[in-house]
């Protein structure tokens, strides 16, 4: 399985087109969409709740049951760290293989995530790489943590998709239309709760 975290604020195309990608060229048998509770790299710069965003994500899959919502990360509360995230999935289906989909820039800086190395040992890294990103250097990072952590990383090449949920939002606060960017469904609930409409992007 797959494993796709974020914030997801609003989940857009863009993540959707990602996970897809992610099934189709590891040949996954299904990818999670799991939305943070609290994410401690966005502390204070507010997230919309919870509920909302869960709501969002469970729109943005229906009718792909490739795509499942999951919502370990909120029911756990509290900040969020990757490392227990794979190792409770580990625990909860210890025959399966699992992916950890994410952009290839992070990378670069991965090795600074907490418990970095539990991270490594507790799945394998799908890293979604476009073509602007310097091959070599990122072909140097991936040897690097292959020696220090015995990581297991994949590549996933990608399209340039141009999309982000600062985007939408500022968008949506400035009553523009989102419907290029996210699901109808999506689209409809932000419209419906109004809910960046109050909000800075």
């Not at 299904?30 to 204070?44: C, H």
């Not at 409809?188 to 409409?197: A, V």
Request: glycine letters at 8%; a negative charge.
């Amino acid at each position: 399985m797959g494993v796709l975290g974020g914030t997801f604020d609003p989940i857009h195309n863009g993540h959707l087109s990602l996970a897809l990608s992610a099934l189709k060229e590891q040949g996954l048998d299904f990818v999670w969409i799991m939305p943070s509770a609290v994410s401690y790299l966005k502390e204070g710069t507010g997230v919309s709740p919870a509920e909302d965003r869960l709501a969002m994500c469970r729109l943005a899959v229906e009718g792909r049951p490739e795509l499942r919502v999951s919502e370990l990360e909120i029911q756990r509360g509290g900040f969020t760290y990757t490392y227990e995230t794979m190792e409770e999935l580990n625990r909860l289906y210890p025959q399966t293989e699992h992916y950890f989909i994410m952009g290839a820039d992070s990378l670069f800086f991965m090795e600074n995530w907490k418990h970095a190395e539990r991270i490594f040992a507790a799945c394998r890294i799908l890293a979604a790489v476009r073509e602007d990103l310097g091959r070599e250097k990122l072909l140097g990072k991936i040897r690097e943590l292959q020696e220090r952590f015995q990581a297991e990383i994949y590549l996933l090449p990608m399209e340039p998709v141009g999309i982000s949920s600062s985007l939408i939002r500022k968008e949506a606060s400035e009553g523009h239309p989102i419907g290029a960017y996210v699901p109808r469904g999506v689209e409809e609930y932000i419209k419906t709760l109004g809910l960046y409409t109050h909000k800075e992007a």
